[in-house]
């Protein structure tokens, strides 16, 4: 049963990609899409910060996007959310043909499910569960919005919005972005909820599907959800710590509804990116611990970036196991296997060697500002979070052209890396065995 | 031929340096140590800073400090660099005993040597090269610095810096440092030299000693050389593509002199530290590279500290070769161990925790200053560079306690780190092996 593709899982992915973005660009630079026309360099940052469900822009999507282009921002960011492949797959099953097998080893891959039949089901599924969640958000929203701006803005903006967070896009099309809804109960409950579900990953939101249980979820579930609440809680934490008498972010509110607005900047990093408060006003610690957030991201196979919860675990399991002098991490009854501690180092490393390179580039090129602005908007592009200290627009070209490609690599990087370490040729040894000194 | 230690060398060596550390606090305190006398604070910092060959300082050595004090820093810079263990090792055969069991293990290990009966010849191989190093080192100087200063001062301040050199000290006595000869091709050559060769490794060193011929040079002594070279070509070229035209820096001096200076300031920050340019001057790209090489650092087992040359080059490596879909790192024709690999990504991991950690503790501490200066800081002394932006002095105590903790855990916590990976057990699978997803 073995083929020989064309065309390995990576290039698909990447050029699909590249595709996607040349026809957004070419759709936003027409008249239709904006009020006052794009530049093709402003068409092309939007599509590409779409698409990538980054959502940096060069352009208000609020006041400078027509009702088509705010519409082509939310099937951009639909496509590079809920997945190129999901979709790939949904477009072939809508036209009513059958799913190629090249096709079909793409999405099971992104997958990492065993069992070819269970992928169309799964496709459904997750296409199924998005829809549910995004309409049943939006009802929510809906409580608050269509009393507060009538039925047809309030429902639109409540569909938006709940489909911009599961999504993990972190557009907002309202005047002044979320952050006046930021600490209002319900608003934050439904929007954090939707965009924490969205960046759980397909694969732990089928197993939470089909389990139910809890202990029967796969090591996989256990760990994402596992990190999932420890980062998010003890963000939580911190921020309010850092930041509870910071007179421009959480101070701006009363004291009751800190702990809300709090939370949402907890939770938005990993990599929602709506932005609530101004990056510019934190303090430096939550800044730092914001910059981590959005490095680590979200869930594999998510509408989230970064280089994934479980890869984060993973690496702090196995230093762990090392620390203790055994060579083989264990969590929740089970061994990791060898295959995923290193394919989670070599994708922390390599991530980190792209996001430095990046800022790297992105400081030479931009002496006259702030170190910390610059970094501060390359992890925000490689994690595809789009949070920014206000920068963005300010910023030369050349350094909005690595911008684009820290969310491109962002986005499909560590995908496309793990498709390529899915399978490891078996090489014998050519060489003898050798030790090296350490530390 | 198995014992049972009462202590395991990770604490040996901690405690060793603690003691130190202690004993020269009180030293320094004495009135005999400095002109004005200094506070206990600044004796304990000095006293850290010395043994862990950091040469930060809150007092100057060069007009604060008798000549006692100054004996007393080349003392303990000696004791922490040429390695408290090795000095141990000295000790003994100095009182004419035997080499105990205990002590020899720790040498051992330390110098990864499988041999017992090699590592006493080794001790003395090594000791007896450090001092021809730096007495000739010191001789090519004072033919500089004897006509510019006279005899005595002459004299003493060659052999003061041949010795701060080789330690990667980076402690200078002279009124302002050694920026004035850092583009003086002679004292350029033979301080970097100097700190380059104290900075390769002791291991490397005898290997280079033993062997004579290239090809036949270990595995580690191989790597350790071949990133010792690509890395300072490297930041020597991009440094001067850099700094080419800062007039705070390299453009400070004619142009023909500018090369020398740029390889100064290239390979000090691995981890010499001698200050030869204003720190706060470099462009932020500059300060971005000398993070990165502070924290890479010199070799294994050498005076230099970081996570190691070796370290870098295997994982390295290491992602290249899984890259490429091999699990098995190879160079020179050999196969890296895999417990080397794992290694490595350990003490990165563990490292980056670290410092990540400090950073951030001293980002909170110190409200009101630019984070960037305070991150380089926090950098410089885990990696003992004892480069800094001039604002060690102006630190909270909170803050400089956590930069001493930094020197201490970067001098010592890779090795004691190696030690304790040194010898996983190997322990049966208890659970079923799984996989998880990454990226
Ligand atoms: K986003
Ligand atoms: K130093």
Chains 1, 2 share one sequence.
């Not at 599509?47 to 990538?52: E, F, L, V, Y």
């Not at 507060?148 to 429902?155: F, I, R, V």
């Not at 890396?417 to 399978?423: M, P, Q, V, Y």
Request: proline share 4%; glycine share 10%.
């Amino acid at each position: 049963l073995r083929h020989t593709w064309r065309y390995s899982p990576p290039t698909i992915l990447s050029g699909g990609f590249l595709l996607l973005i040349a026809v957004g660009t070419a759709l936003f630079a027409t008249p239709f899409a904006s009020h006052q026309g794009m530049t093709f360099w402003e068409a092309l940052f939007t599509a590409t910060a779409s698409i990538t469900v980054t959502g940096m822009s060069l352009v208000d999507p609020a006041s400078d996007l027509t009702l088509f282009g705010q519409l082509l921002v939310m099937v951009l960011f639909h496509l590079g959310g809920l997945g190129l492949m999901t979709f790939a797959v949904l477009t072939v099953m809508a036209l009513g043909g059958r799913l190629g097998l090249k096709g079909q080893r793409v999405v099971r891959e992104a997958m990492d499910q065993a069992s070819p039949g269970d992928v169309m089901l799964l496709v459904r599924r997750v296409a199924l569960l998005a829809l549910c969640l995004e309409v049943s958000g939006a009802a929510v929203l809906a409580t608050v919005w269509v009393p507060a701006m009538g039925w047809t803005e309030g429902l639109w903006m409540s569909f938006f919005h709940a489909a911009s967070a599961f999504n993990n896009a972190g557009v907002s099309l309202l005047p002044d972005g979320l952050a006046p809804w930021a600490a209002t109960p319900l608003i934050t409950l439904v929007i954090t909820g939707l965009f924490i579900t969205g960046g759980l990953g397909f694969t732990v939101l089928t197993d939470l599907w089909r389990q139910r249980r809890l202990s029967k979820l796969s090591l996989h579930s256990k760990l994402t959800l596992t990190g999932t609440l420890i980062l998010a809680v003890g963000a939580w934490l911190l921020i309010m710590a850092f930041e509870w008498t910071n007179g421009t972010t959480l101070a701006a509110v009363d004291s009751g509804s800190r702990p809300w607005l709090a939370w949402f900047v907890a939770v938005v990093p990993r990599s929602a990116g709506f932005s609530v408060v101004d990056m510019s006003s934190l303090y430096a610690p939550s800044v730092l611990l914001v910059m981590f957030l959005i490095f680590i991201g979200g869930g594999s196979n998510s509408t989230a970036s970064g280089i994934k919860v479980s890869t984060f675990m993973v690496v702090v399991l196995a230093t762990r196991a090392f620390l203790t002098g055994r060579r083989r991490p264990t969590a929740f009854r089970r061994t990791v296997s060898l295959d995923s501690v290193f394919r989670a180092y070599t994708v922390v490393v390599l991530s980190m060697l792209m996001v430095m390179l990046g800022c790297f580039l992105l400081v030479i090129l931009e002496p006259e500002m702030k170190p910390m602005d610059v970094l501060f908007e390359g992890f925000s592009a490689f994690g595809t979070a789009g949070l920014s200290r206000g920068i963005t627009e300010d910023l030369s070209k050349p350094s909005q052209a690595i911008l684009m490609v820290l969310m491109f690599a962002g986005r499909i990087g560590p995908l496309a890396l793990a498709f390529s370490l899915a399978r490891p040729r078996a090489v014998k040894l050519r060489y003898v065995e050798d030790q090296v000194q350490i530390g």
